[in-house]
């Protein structure tokens, strides 16, 4: 989508703090941490948000999700973290492709509020 910031973060156009990619998803540091771990995963294609998953588009949310248990590991989180992907307004999406938050390295509330 030529007009999405996170597509452009996924093709490179504009840079990021990687952490991981594969050919599918990319990983990458949030520039405005919640948490003193705090990174993104995003699928490389074009989905709106979780509002939109399908039977047909949603195998890369399985894919992510190992790929989050794998970063995980690598970074130590043994004590811990939460995934999060906002949904619309009421959800504070702001940005509208798909992406799971990555918070971690801290107690986290709940609820969240
Ligand atoms: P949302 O509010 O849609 O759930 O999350 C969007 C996230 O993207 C926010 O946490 C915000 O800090 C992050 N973000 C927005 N623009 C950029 C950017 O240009 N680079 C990076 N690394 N993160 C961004
Ligand atoms: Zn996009």
Redesign the pocket.
């Known amino acids: 989508m030529a007009d999405c910031?996170?597509c452009k973060?996924a093709e490179g156009s504009?840079p990021?703090?990687k952490l991981y990619e594969d050919e599918r998803c990319l990983a990458?540091?949030?520039?405005?941490?919640?948490a003193p771990v705090?990174f993104?995963v995003i699928p490389k294609a074009h989905i709106d948000g979780a509002d939109v998953l399908t039977e047909e588009n949603a195998d890369i949310v399985a894919h992510i999700f190992t790929v989050i248990a794998k970063l995980a590991k690598e970074l130590s989180l043994e004590k811990g973290y939460r995934v999060?992907?906002?949904v619309g307004e009421d959800?504070?999406?702001?940005?509208?492709?798909l992406?799971f938050?990555v918070l971690a390295k801290r107690s986290l509330a709940w609820p969240p509020g």
């Open positions: 910031l996170f973060i504009i990021s703090n990458f540091y949030d520039i405005d941490p919640q705090h993104l999060v992907t906002n959800g504070g999406q702001s940005v509208r492709h992406h938050h």
